[in-house]
């Protein structure tokens, strides 16, 4: 990602495994995001966007408590214009296309491709229309 689309709004990052949260991390920073929220809880989430504004949410389908499919219904009802990125190990076409028919922006497969994954949180970021730092 180029420097000039780095959103001035946090990226949130749900997801339970601290790998992955290290390893997504790393890749948007490498990519010139650093300014990323972690949550491994779907109960904080709620709180989390109540309390800031976020330029993407990115969203693993299984976590402790709400499910990613229960917390995606709940992101797209009370907060309209945040782009979700579903980011889960379930290679399902059907759940693929639940999301999507939800309101996810898009739906990525772990291990993800650097490239891909990037692309994604890209086209977030611009159809979130936020202020973007140069």
């Known amino acids: 990602m180029k420097k ?8 949130l990052l749900i997801d339970d ?3 992955f949260l290290a390893s997504a991390g790393f890749i948007l920073i490498g990519a010139g995001i650093s300014n990323i929220v972690t949550c491994s809880d779907s109960l904080q989430v709620l709180s989390l966007l109540r309390g800031q504004r976020f330029s993407v949410v990115l969203l ?5 408590h709400l499910s990613g499919s229960e917390l995606l219904e709940e992101i797209v009802e009370n907060f309209p214009g945040i782009p979700v990125i579903i980011v889960t190990a379930l290679n399902d076409e059907e759940t693929a296309a639940q999301c999507l ?4 922006m898009d739906y990525l497969v772990k291990p993800l491709h650097t490239r891909v994954f990037i692309d994604a949180v890209n086209r977030a970021i611009k159809s979130r229309g936020d202020p973007i730092l140069r």
Do not use: N, R, S
């Open 4 to 11: 000039e689309l780095y959103p001035v709004h946090p990226i």
């Open 17 to 19: 495994e601290e790998q």
């Open 60 to 64: 693993d389908l299984f976590i402790p």
């Open 101 to 104: 028919e939800k309101g996810a």
